[in-house]
Nanobody, 128 residues
Framework: QVQLVESGGGSVQAGGSLRLSCVGS????????MGWFRQAPGKEREFVAA????????YYSDSVKGRFTSSIDNAKNTVYLQMNNLKPEDTAVYSC?????????????????????WGQGTQVTVSS
């Protein structure tokens, strides 16, 4: 059974930082794309970042580029999302997702449908 478990969320003031973790199990993620998405109250879920497990290529939404960084620790089967200079508009539930690279051929890492596995999410609240 594939599981993705996020942690590291919390409450922080604007300008602060948080590091989210996503631990994977039950699957070999080396051929996967790992994505981060977020959903704010009353809004659609939106793409935040993606990273190729092998090779480490990263992609970010314009709204977080330059502030957020995704990385992978192979030994711990963990994907991280380092979030700096947080803003109130970053408040949302953040979820990680995984999908085999072949599912993204002809598509985009920012789309939800290629991702096969999803975590439950972790709440991030940024106050002004």
């Amino acid at each position: 059974q594939v599981q993705l478990v996020e942690s590291g969320g919390g409450s922080v003031q604007a300008g602060g930082s948080l590091r989210l973790s996503c631990v994977g199990s039950g699957h070999t993620f080396t051929s996967d794309v790992m994505g981060w998405f977020r959903q704010a109250p009353g809004k659609e879920r939106e793409f935040v970042a993606a990273i190729y497990w092998t090779g480490g290529s990263t992609y970010y939404s314009d709204s977080v580029k330059g502030r957020f960084t995704s990385s992978i620790d192979n030994a711990k089967n963990t994907v991280y999302l380092q979030m700096n200079n947080l803003k109130p508009e970053d408040t949302a539930v953040y979820s990680c997702a995984a999908g085999r690279i072949m599912r993204f051929y002809g598509g985009s890492v920012s789309e939800e449908s290629p991702y096969e596995y999803w975590g439950q999410g972790t709440q991030v609240t940024v106050s002004s």
